[in-house]
């Protein structure tokens, strides 16, 4: 009788003990949240927020909300992103995707659907993965135009071994936005060209210029339309580095034409004055 007495409060805390653990493994379970899309030059990720714990996750994909297909690199993750750039490339097509939580353990079957999960807003690659910043150089045609030479960025999408540009994936609807300036002013032009290579016409001789490049999709939606905006590139005030060799003739020509005219006014004054001293000298006398 004494030893149940005493037992009873152990039997107490273990049931109380047990009833904690399970309430506990309950809100374990957590669900992903904050999932959002993060996708530069078609490298595709999903991202999410969770707090720590043993789960891990697997995503599910869908095109149509109907036929949900498995990524193989996104299957039992520890991690809270999964990369889908394989699986979702530049598709025109807006996919979504669901985050299911798993249970630490495999030992026993658990049912798919049963488990707590979360949907991904939808992403259209074609229409909102960003493009990155461009290279490009530029180097004069003539004393008023310049040629703009642009490097189109490479995606993270391969092709038959073949890594492709955004020229490849956007082909005719992808357009760059040239934005140039007089060196040292404020007031800014635009030129849309179609192609990578592009010529702007009309710039004032003797004049440095300062350029800046981006991608521009103008079928997409209005935010994002814009790849990044490239670094500035300027022009030498007198574009001396890119004159032509009729040019460099010219400048060598007034160089030495202006050398000759101070030499001959110096002699010339010298004289003068060796004459003009002579003369009040002989006068002194
Ligand atoms: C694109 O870039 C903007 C600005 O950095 C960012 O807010 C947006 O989430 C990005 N979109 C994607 C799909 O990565
Ligand atoms: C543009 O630049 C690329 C490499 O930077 C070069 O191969 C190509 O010849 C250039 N094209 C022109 C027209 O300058």
Redo the contacts with the bound molecule.
Sequence with gaps: MVQMASLKPVFCLGLYLSVWISTKADSTSPKAENV?????DFK?ILVWTTPPSSHTYTVLYSWNDNDWLESPDCIRLSESECDLTNKLESYDRSVSADIKTEPASMDYDYDQDELPHTYSPT?NPYK???ISAVEFTVAAVDKSRVRVNITDPLTSIHKSGKQLSIRDVFRNDLKYKISYWKSGSTGKRDTISDSSIAEVPELDPGTGYCFMVAAYIPSRPRS?QYGAWSRQQCTDGDLTAELSVGAWVGVVFSLLAGTVIIITVIVVCCKQRTKHSHTSSSQHI
């Design positions: 959002r899309w993060v996708s530069l595709t992403f909102y993965s960003n994002s």
